[in-house]
């Protein structure tokens, strides 16, 4: 028996793609022309206006930006040095939304512990006005699996070590490099908690200053950090398409996100995303016109909790998405693919992973999928595939100064886009239906 006519189309674009360049020139156009997008500010702006003019040069339709307001934090000085009983600095970025110090800083004895949990368990007393330390430590894998289990340290332990009247947090960075690049990212002061200072130290300075703490004797840090909030400003999603032939069949959502921290070009996160699925939606295009509109996003605000896939679901919430999938963890080979999907749309989920399989790709989880941007639409039903990167050198880069073009590998960047081109050809084209009950 032949195979169905998506398959066919699914595994020669899949082979064509392997010769694929224009991913690897958007991510180094991103990156160049670019640079930071941090979240609101009129760098982000740019990377917006840019976007809408390079998306419809490359013949998409129905291109636009949709704005929405966001919160805006921005750093300044950082600071910081082992005051005794070693002198020396320490090597630190401010997490996304932290309080400042005075200009002229904060020196306190610092109050270290191994985890999150234990700052939870630990008596007020220890902590008030104290600089408390977290010395969790996160490990490398390919399922990038230890992001989630290290993450909460950084999204809550501001707001547990201001409770407990803490006068700064510091953390051990929750990445896995060995360089001294700390790594940023958002948290947010909940419950009350009043604003403090709080940072990430570079994993060697954390195992500095553990090793400074195992002495035994009192230690005492300095710490300077003066970012500000700025307000309010905008942010906004880019949407290209590609128009399909049955508008009944819903759209099928395929997106990265365009802002990045201000540490560097965010050339993996996510410039590379964003240029993996243009290139794929561009790929399947070329084919012919698809059954289901092809929708292209470019997620604005992603760093800083996610707020950009709120305003789509805001404006777009009530549309059918027959399917949607997120490329947001870094540019180097997918290996798994995963997906949610009701029983209509299974044999189209057996099809697409056999168009995977002979680019490395093992077949995952059928009842399991998500992203990042995509999460609180695939949170309510929607249909959703997950093309799982390789993230075994991911959090070595992520969030850090060190995100830069020069990590990402164009070959893997070509395997990427085979993955995405095969999964898109065959959702794009499918003759069932895909759509899950909430759609």
Not at 125 to 132: A, F, H, L, T
């Amino acid at each position: 028996m032949s195979a169905s006519p998506d398959l066919e189309l699914a595994r020669r674009l899949r082979d064509a793609a392997l010769a694929d360049t224009l991913a690897y020139e958007l991510t180094a156009a991103i990156g160049t022309e670019l640079g930071p997008r941090l979240a609101g500010t009129r760098a982000e702006a740019r990377a917006r206006d840019w976007a809408v003019a390079r998306l419809m040069r490359l013949g998409f339709a129905n291109v636009r930006i949709e704005p929405f307001e966001v919160p805006v934090w921005v750093r300044g000085t950082e600071l910081a040095e082992i005051v005794r009983p070693c002198p020396q600095p320490l090597v630190l970025c401010a997490l996304g939304n932290s309080g400042a110090t005075q200009p002229g800083g904060l020196t306190a004895e610092v109050f270290s512990c191994a985890t999150l949990a234990a700052l939870e368990a630990a008596a007020p007393e220890q902590v008030r006005g104290k600089i408390v330390y977290v010395s969790h430590g996160m490990t490398a894998t390919r399922d990038g699996s230890g992001y989630g289990e290290h993450g909460p340290v950084r999204w809550h332990g501001p707001s547990v070590a201001s409770a407990k009247g803490a006068a700064a947090l510091l953390i051990r960075s929750v990445g896995t490099n060995r360089h001294r690049q700390p790594h940023t990212g958002i948290m947010r002061f909940t419950g009350g908690a009043a604003p403090i200072p709080a940072a990430a130290l570079a994993i060697a300075d954390a195992d500095q200053l553990e090793r400074v703490v195992a002495l035994g004797q009192p230690v005492q840090v300095r710490l300077v950090l003066t970012p500000c909030d700025l307000g309010s400003g905008t942010s906004g999603n880019v949407i290209a398409e590609i128009s399909g032939t049955d508008s009944a069949a819903g759209v099928v959502l395929v997106a990265g996100h365009l802002d990045s921290w201000d540490l560097s070009t965010g050339s993996s996160d996510n410039a590379a995303g964003c240029a993996i699925v243009t290139a794929a939606a561009l790929r399947v295009a070329a084919a012919g016109r698809p059954r289901r509109t092809i929708r292209v996003v470019w997620f604005g605000s992603e760093e800083i909790g996610l707020l950009g896939g709120h305003d789509y679901i805001r404006i777009h919430g009530a549309e059918k998405h027959a399917m949607i999938a997120e490329s947001d963890l870094g540019s180097d080979r997918v290996w798994r693919f995963d997906s949610k999907a009701p029983a209509s749309a299974q044999p189209a989920i057996q099809r697409i992973a056999a168009a995977l399989a002979p680019l490395g790709i093992e077949a995952g989880s059928t009842d399991r999928a998500s992203g990042s941007d995509i999460g609180p639409l695939s949170s309510r039903g929607v249909s959703t595939i997950e093309l799982r990167q390789d993230a075994t050198r991911y959090f070595g880069l992520h969030h850090t100064a060190d995100d830069t073009l020069d990590k990402v590998d164009p070959a893997a960047l070509r395997q990427n886009v085979a993955a995405w081109t095969a999964m898109l050809a065959i959702a794009a084209h499918a003759p069932e239906e895909l759509a899950g009950p909430t759609a």
